[in-house]
């Protein structure tokens, strides 16, 4: 089975550095991604790690520990657009994907 | 120019009606998959076709039936609605089953209403 934990909701103000946490127990894993999903839009991939570490594109930051089943994304800068449900998704070991509830995350001016 | 496209955006029908939701991928892709997103905002999988073959048919009532003409293309048929089918409904493709690295490609999404 799974079972893949994020807080529900995270509020934060323009500029400022926000971490939203995901913890996951899988059947096998083959990697973790990282999705923004607008309200009333598809979700869009922003980062995937599958070796320990952290991954960095832009303001936007991913990090990965397995043995922990732990992961992280980082959102720098904080800016109105960035308000939206951020999934986390475990590519298990029998390559189904399957996502968190989500955490949606509002940015205040 | 849409990558993954599904009609239609937005169905309403009524109880017990059979109705088809349509999706296109223009990437190459051999891989398409069908998501469904309650309204806790979980997205389940579905199903999920490789080159015109069922790969995954996740615990689905059977009035769901995937069918993919081709590898471009996967759309749901779905009979009998019922009104806990109510939900958004995504089609989404990958480069190849298992690959991970350029994630998902989702279409926008079609949003069933069933009264």
């Known amino acids: 089975g799974q079972n893949i934990d994020q807080p529900t909701e995270m509020t934060a103000t323009e500029g400022a550095i926000v971490q939203i946490n995901c913890t996951y127990q899988t059947s096998g894993f083959n990697g973790l991604f990282w999705y923004q999903q607008h309200a009333g839009e598809a979700p869009t991939f922003l980062s995937y790690n599958v070796l320990d570490g952290l991954e960095e594109k832009g303001r936007f930051s991913s990090f990965l520990s397995r043995s922990k089943g732990y992961s992280y994304l980082l959102l720098k800068e904080l800016q109105m657009k960035d308000s939206a449900s951020y999934l986390c998704?475990?590519?298990?070991?029998?390559?189904?994907?399957?996502f968190g509830a989500g955490t949606t995350v509002t940015v205040r001016a | 120019d849409t990558a993954v496209s599904q009609t239609p955006k937005y169905l309403v029908t009524q109880m017990g009606n059979d109705k088809s939701i349509k999706c296109e991928q223009n990437?190459?892709?051999?891989?398409m998959y069908w998501y469904k997103q309650d309204s806790k905002k979980f997205l389940k999988i579905m199903f999920s076709y490789n080159n015109k073959e069922l790969i995954i048919n996740e615990t689905v009532p059977n009035r769901f039936s995937p069918k993919s003409p081709d590898k471009a293309h996967l759309n749901l048929h779905i009979n009998s609605l019922e009104l806990g089918d109510s939900a958004v409904y995504f089609c989404?493709?990958?480069?190849?089953?298992?690959?991970?690295?350029?994630?998902?490609?989702f279409g926008s999404g079609t949003r069933l209403t069933v009264v």
């Open positions: 990437l190459g892709h051999d891989t």
């Open positions: 989404a493709s990958s480069q190849d089953f298992g690959d991970s690295a350029y994630g998902y490609t």
């Open positions: 998704a475990v590519l298990r070991g029998d390559y189904k994907l399957s």
